[in-house]
């Protein structure tokens, strides 16, 4: 049980860190031009969402955001 925690943990970091260098990169194409505003908030919001479930893996005691 204990492993399996911890393996949950670590993959929850681990995609956390991913999404938060993908919000980077829209972020970075929007600035530039390279992607539409439409396209870049329609991701943000999935990547938001997508966070927020991981936040609620790594610490379900937390109220929702």
Known sequence: NLKK???T???GKR???E???LMDKL???NTFGRLSDDVYERRVSK???RTKKNLQLL???LKPF
């Open 59 to 61: 610490y379900p005691k």
């Open 19 to 21: 999404l938060e260098r």
């Open 5 to 7: 925690w911890q393996e």
């Open 27 to 29: 972020y970075e194409d």
């Open 47 to 49: 990547y938001e969402k």
């Open 9 to 11: 943990v670590e993959y």
């Open 15 to 17: 995609r956390l860190e």
